[in-house]
């Protein structure tokens, strides 16, 4: 018996526009809600926006696995989260501003998503399509509070080559390029599968009881935390492995038809 639904938001429920078919999900969460089954969004994205995404209806009752899964969000309280300590964000920032000055550090701290003054307009647009509480700074190795997780967004996509040149760190944080545009940096020992494993222990649910979906290579420690695991038909292959089951593409809103199909099987 299923009992929670993960899913990954961008590449996975959300189609190529960055959007979803509201009218559709509704009737799926329903469905969900019919067979109380708690629904969770599990991203990159800052908490707040997902709630943006989703509109004050539709976002009640969500519980929200934020900014890249080092929180968990549910009706407007903090039930979790994992910070990195500033001196380590501090040395991860100043060691990515070596690494390259032509990408983005998008530095993410319990009060707003940072970037720097400087930032193109077009890379603006593209940090708030993520966070809906952004900051311009001056120089992000200024900031004084602890960080949620610190992110890059490389437009010229190296950064399966950047993250090589993290490794003097990773023992001290967990570090992963998700795709050849952004690399993710959170706690040590801190992404999806583990503060799934937090959320399963809060509302006392099993492995077993658990479905889940993504597309990113970021996404392999999701799966890894739900024995009804899908990749979508335009994940990674690297992810596709790790999954139990593939499904359609995000375009053809592969995770709604999904649970649609399968939690019908369960009445």
Known sequence: MI??????????????????????????????????????????????????????????????????????????????????????????????????????IIACTPTAAMIKETTSEEDKQMVRGSYREVQLVEELNKITEDFVKITVYDRKKRCFEYVKELME?????????????????????????????????????????????????NDIELLNAATYSFAMENAFEETKAAANFITRSNDEQGVLQTIQKIIALQK
């Open 3 to 104: 009992k929670l639904i993960l899913t990954d938001l961008d590449g996975t429920f959300l189609d190529s526009k960055g959007s979803f078919d509201k009218e559709f999900y509704q009737q799926v969460k329903g469905s969900m809600d019919d067979q109380a089954i708690y629904f969770a969004p599990c991203t990159g994205k800052q908490c707040e926006r997902v709630e943006e995404l989703f509109g004050p209806e539709l976002s009640k009752d969500l519980w929200i696995l934020g900014d890249s899964a080092t929180r968990i969000k549910h009706n407007n309280e903090y039930v979790y989260e994992s910070l990195l300590p500033n001196d380590l964000g501090i040395k991860l920032i100043n060691k990515l501003e070596e690494i390259a000055n032509d990408y983005t």
């Open 169 to 217: 760190f990773k023992e001290q944080a967990y570090i992963v390029a998700s795709e050849a545009a952004w690399i993710d940096i959170s706690n040590a020992g801190v992404h999806k599968g583990t503060t799934v494993k937090e959320l399963q222990k809060l509302l006392g649910v099993t492995k077993e009881e658990t479905m889940a979906f993504g597309d990113g290579l």
